[in-house]
């Protein structure tokens, strides 16, 4: 094998084990400690969520952001008390719409974790979560998956930059095979798991 191509390899090799969330070990979350959960996933999985920090904390400090019209819903399921932080606009989390103040509070609440909720286990779609996350606690940011797993986000940015340069070169190997495969396309927009060649990828690299 050439030079180059061992580079390749490399560079390929890399990006595989950064695209994929690395699990957590249950037993390091700081549970009995202050804990943030953003909303991002259907209210099942909040419920699934709260019902684990109450089995391993009883009286848990919980926070939960979400936008306003699911207060009521939430106060009606929670197996445990919860301050509420309302998302103060309509669609999708957005870093910029979450007021300086509401931030402020947040960041003074000295969270051991914060959390988002994922209705898969790929963290596919959360990247404005991740940021909004990440400007309350940078380190101890985890998503609790579809699988009812817990996944470290820590690493999120460099996973990011790993995504767009994997899809990236899956455009370039598509125009390469297919003349007829439009150019442009924007494939940031797409599910990574759609794409060509990504579950092979994970299944023969990182099978969970």
């Known amino acids: 094998m050439t030079d180059a191509a061992n580079s390749l ?17 249950e037993a390091t979350v700081p549970w009995d400690r202050p804990i943030l959960i953003l909303r991002s996933a259907p209210m ?15 009286t848990p ?20 008390d919860f301050t509420f932080h309302a998302y103060p606009v309509p669609g999708p989390y957005r870093l910029e719409d979450v007021p300086a103040a509401t931030l402020d509070r947040l960041r003074a609440e000295a969270f051991g974790s914060v959390f988002c909720l994922d209705a898969g286990t790929w963290g596919n779609g959360l990247g404005e979560v991740e940021r909004l996350l990440a400007a309350i606690l940078e380190r101890g940011m985890v998503s609790f998956r579809g699988d009812c797993t817990y996944a470290t986000l820590d690493g999120w940015r460099q996973r990011r930059r790993a995504e767009a340069a994997f899809l990236e070169l899956l455009e370039w190997y598509q125009v390469r095979l297919d003349p007829e495969f439009p150019e442009g396309l924007v494939l940031p927009m797409r599910s990574t798991a759609q794409l060509p060649g990504f579950e092979t990828h994970m299944s023969m690299n990182h099978e969970p």
């Not at 400090?61 to 445990?80: F, G, L, N, Q, Y």
Request: hydrophobic fraction near 50%; proline fraction near 8%; charge should be positive.
């Open 61 to 80: 400090a919980i926070h939960i952001m979400s936008h306003a019209r699911d207060e009521d819903a939430i106060r009606a399921m929670a197996p445990c």
């Open 44 to 58: 099942r999985r909040l419920q699934a969520l709260l019902g684990g920090i109450v089995a391993r904390c009883p």
């Open 9 to 25: 390899r490399v560079v390929l090799d890399r990006l595989v084990q950064d695209l994929p969330l690395a699990p957590v070990d």
